[in-house]
């Protein structure tokens, strides 16, 4: 089963508002990671956030990450049109290379 | 820098055809290189990673196959399409790690292969 598991699956907001989603996982990580993926085509990495971890800012992206809860959530400041996308957080198995993409929340962004 | 080449864009294919999908990257060595399945807005389904050359592991038995002939090529096969079989599949490449590091862990994918069994 994918150990990644967002929500919302789907988000509507206005332009110039915040966006946020979160991320939950299964098991123990050395790091969580977020990606975008446009329609139809490949994703894009985001921010990584390690597990020793809190809190990550880049740019209008801001990740927070507790481990004791297994969660993670990604708030996008000030929002776009073009931030519409769907968001994905991703996880490894410790030890391993093996990646777990959660289900994604599809996110849209209303002019 | 490095690139990621995925080809064909878009493939249509009859149920029973072969398949053969060909992801290459450019400037770096010894990448992991990782196969994708994604279901119309679903998400990502792992379906083969490779650490090395030959080196190839599955994640979901089926009629898939992958093999990685050169360092940084990474193919994925069939020899008979089914309709489950459709879908846009995605390849992705990460360094390997450093000894005791994780920051190399960032994934970087291909523009994705759509795939449609008839």
């Known amino acids: 089963s994918q150990q990644g598991e967002e929500d919302p699956q789907a988000l509507s907001i206005q332009e110039g508002e915040n966006a946020t989603m979160n991320c939950s996982y299964k098991?123990?990580?050395?790091?969580l990671q977020w990606y975008r993926q446009n329609s139809g085509r490949g994703l894009v990495h985001l921010i990584l956030?390690?597990?020793?971890?809190r809190e990550k800012h880049s740019g209008r992206l801001r990740v927070t990450l507790d481990t004791s809860k297994k969660s993670s959530s990604l708030l996008i400041t000030a929002s776009r049109a073009a931030d519409t996308a769907s968001y994905f957080c991703a996880t490894i198995y410790s030890g391993t290379y093996k990646y777990i993409f959660g289900t994604g929340t599809r996110l849209k962004v209303l002019a | 820098s490095q690139t990621i080449h995925q080809w064909p864009a878009t493939l249509v294919q009859p149920v029973g055809s072969p398949l053969s999908l060909e992801c290459t990257v450019e400037?770096?060595?010894?990448?992991?290189l990782y196969w994708y399945r994604q279901a119309a807005g679903r998400g990502l389904q792992l379906l083969f990673y490779?650490?090395?050359?030959?080196?190839i592991s599955s994640e979901v038995p089926q009629n898939l196959s992958a093999s990685r002939p050169q360092d940084r090529q990474f193919i994925l096969s069939s020899k008979k399409l089914l309709l489950s079989d459709s879908g846009f599949y995605l390849c992705a490449w990460s360094r390997q790690r450093t000894s005791g590091g994780t920051s190399t862990d960032t994934q970087y994918f291909g523009p994705g292969t759509r795939l449609t069994v008839l």
């Open positions: 490779s650490v090395g050359i030959g080196q």
């Open positions: 098991t123990s990580i050395n790091n």
């Open positions: 956030i390690r597990s020793n971890e």
């Open positions: 400037g770096t060595s010894n990448p992991n």
